[in-house]
């Protein structure tokens, strides 16, 4: 078969758009990262500049994570940070937030975006379909599927991580183990929001969170936990693979001539990926979430002992926080 036209190594030869996209995806890697960025930053911001966070508001907060750092340490029994060291509290931005949160969970994004473009090569037609070699239709979208599935996972994960970042009060509002360090990330906008919207005392929600941003920093900083965690999280992404017909009939639904059914075709990155969760995933669902369980338990014991002889009102704020969880 020859190296040019629908058919040959490029699906997109012959068309010069097409083309160009092609040569600019086909170097992005696995996750388009520069369109994760703009649309995370999108999605935090909506848009608008961010002040940085009050050198104040910084000074409270190291000095309530000094007291929260000791409390927990005495309640769990483990170290704070790796190696003993003392937590570094760091108040930042949304976008912030963002971006570092986009760099963490890197690996887990670049797992599903190689799942997904191998699932998509290892499908093949029923028994009862008979494969058409050189079908050129197949060919363009086999190959726009593998073209644009890093740049569709760049906005999706991008959106997904800006969005989180207008509510998450640290890092861990998902308990997923990011890279070992001994610095936590607080966001005191969403911070101040929150007590606001719940009408709790400041000092005592950033108290709370202090206590337990460090308890999940240090049950996720003990070493097998870590491992098992990563490891399931790992394996559950990298088992998830596309319809093999999800493509071809988002296709069929709309017109490709008309600009509102490209719209309509790009404008959801998550149903034109198809993802699907496969055998593999339901079988490792249950370890998974297991494991979450006892992590969020723990944690959560470990708040409340120290909590409760912290504050006067431990209980209310508590529940506020479970029910915002919810």
């Known amino acids: 078969m020859g190296g040019s036209g629908p058919t040959g190594g490029n699906p997109f030869e012959g068309l010069p758009f097409f083309g160009d996209l092609a040569k600019m995806l086909a170097s992005s890697g696995p996750v388009h990262w520069d369109a994760a960025r703009q649309f995370a930053l999108a999605a935090a911001t909506g848009g608008s500049p961010e002040p940085n966070p009050d050198p104040l508001e910084r000074i409270r907060l190291e000095e309530l994570a000094r007291v929260a750092e000791l409390r927990v340490a005495d309640a769990s029994?483990?170290?704070?940070?790796?190696?003993?060291?003392?937590?570094?509290?760091?108040?930042?931005?949304?976008?912030?937030?963002?971006?570092?949160?986009?760099?963490?969970?890197?690996?887990?994004?670049?797992?599903?975006?190689?799942?997904?473009?191998?699932?998509?090569?290892?499908?093949?037609?029923?028994?009862?379909?008979?494969?058409?070699?050189?079908?050129?239709?197949?060919d363009l979208l086999g190959g726009m599927f593998a073209m644009l599935t890093p740049v569709l996972l760049g906005v999706q994960a991008g959106s997904m991580v800006g969005h989180l970042a207008t509510r998450s009060l640290g890092q861990y509002d998902l308990p997923l183990p990011r890279p070992p360090s001994d610095e936590l990330l607080l966001v005191p906008a969403n911070l101040n929001a929150v007590a606001e919207e719940w009408s709790l005392p400041p000092d005592d929600l950033r108290l709370w969170t202090c206590v337990s941003e460090l308890a999940t920093h240090a049950v996720l900083g003990v070493p097998?936990?870590?491992?098992?965690?990563?490891?399931?999280?790992?394996?559950?992404?990298?088992?998830?693979?596309?319809?093999?017909?999800?493509?071809?009939?988002?296709?069929?639904?709309?017109d490709l001539a008309d600009p509102e059914g490209l719209q309509q075709v790009f404008g959801d990155p998550a149903q034109l990926l198809g993802a699907l969760r496969s055998p593999a995933q339901t079988a490792l669902l249950p370890a998974l979430e297991a494991l979450v369980a006892v992590v969020v338990g723990v944690v959560d014991g470990i708040v409340e002992t120290v909590s409760s002889g912290l504050l006067s009102d431990a209980g209310r704020l508590t529940e506020a926080l479970h029910r915002r969880r919810v």
């Open 77 to 138: 029994g483990l170290p704070t940070a790796p190696g003993g060291r003392l937590v570094r509290i760091t108040a930042v931005t949304r976008a912030e937030w963002a971006t570092r949160t986009l760099d963490a969970y890197r690996p887990i994004f670049e797992r599903l975006s190689t799942a997904l473009a191998a699932g998509a090569g290892e499908e093949a037609p029923p028994d009862d379909v008979p494969a058409v070699p050189g079908d050129p239709s197949a």
């Open 224 to 254: 097998h936990v870590r491992a098992r965690l990563e490891g399931l999280v790992l394996e559950y992404v990298g088992a998830f693979r596309p319809d093999p017909n999800a493509l071809e009939s988002r296709f069929g639904e709309v």
